[in-house]
């Protein structure tokens, strides 16, 4: 007998696209698609989005696919029809689980006596496409849709691209890397969540350089940096909504966010891969425009001068703030501009990467 135990599973975001499928653009099935995925993966969500959207008091506990049924829990003592009737369209197609002396038990699963355990189809999940998802960063909120989260979920509204750039880094550091191209995750101009985020962070009037520190303070102060996926071993690869939704990430989630927010204003910048021996891989961003260099991480890219705008630590000055590793043009390996889908060597020039594909 298997008692539920609702845990994250860290997976590269590229997977949930495949796990949705790609019919009926819009509608209420692509939908119910799209939330079950999120669903499955709080990493990429937060915890119990359903829940979260719906109002409903059950509690999601397991997708399981191989008999296409969704198990939620519920409090006997909050059960009723009303709570059924929000989580399916088809009352008849619930199983409820039996009292036993250990628990409840349903299909080779166990919880407390005091809660139910139910399941029906997954294609009976209650889904309303007006549904929105709030969630709180300081003092703003992110709001996205269930069409924006559709659309998010396909990769329509990023740039999308070759996943993966394994380039060989052995003749500067003495090892091989193998990275993700991160910028294949940044939001495209225009992407209306983000879009209505920004507007309300920043002022009709604001310099490109005043734009470029309010939404650096945005991230580095409503979103969290999370040890969990820096430490995982494997890279936790997540769209920029999903950055907002669960309230944080690692260096390369809070970078893509940052990245997607710059996205929707005319601010330039460039994503900096940096490796180095003693301090491992770092992803971090450098904004174009007018600021005091104070703190010396200024760097030429193209002819144009760009500043740090480190994600990684709250409250981030750019052009001030100073660091405890300092990061120098020396430590800077490649160089990727998200909009042209292009990925440079910062020491050479040579384009390895450039639209998606790799350059052997």
Known sequence: MKRFQVFAIAILAVMVAALVGCD???????VRRALVT???????????????VSGTVARFQLHNR?????????????????????????????EFGKDTKLGV?????????????????????????????????????????????VDFVHDRTVYGGESIA??????????????????TKVAIKGEPSLTRLVTTVIKEGDSNEVQAQKLLDLVTMGLDYDQRESRAGFETLKRPNEVLMTGGSDCSGLVIAYASLLEQTDVDYRLLYCFNRWSGAHLTVAVAGDFKSQNGYDYKIGGQL?????????????GRTELTKSINKDYISYIQSPRDGTIWDARTGSTILWKGWLKL
């Open 24 to 30: 009926n653009t819009g509608s209420e099935l692509e």
């Open 38 to 52: 999120y669903m499955e993966q709080p990493t990429f969500s937060g915890q119990d989005i359903y829940r979260e």
């Open 66 to 94: 191989s008999e296409s049924k969704l198990y939620f829990i519920v409090s006997k003592k909050e059960l009723t029809n009303e709570v059924i009737d929000g989580l399916t369209t088809n009352r008849n197609a619930v």
């Open 105 to 149: 038990e349903l299909g080779g699963y166990r919880v407390h006596i005091d809660n139910m355990l139910l399941r029906f189809p997954t294609d009976n999940l209650r889904i309303d496409p007006t549904w929105v998802i709030r969630k709180r960063l300081g003092r703003q909120q992110y709001t996205i849709s269930m069409a924006e989260l």
């Open 166 to 183: 394994q380039l060989s880094v052995q003749e500067r550091h003495g090892r091989t890397a193998l990275f993700a191209n991160h910028g």
């Open 306 to 318: 760009f500043h740090l705008a480190e994600s990684t630590v709250k409250g981030f000055r750019i």
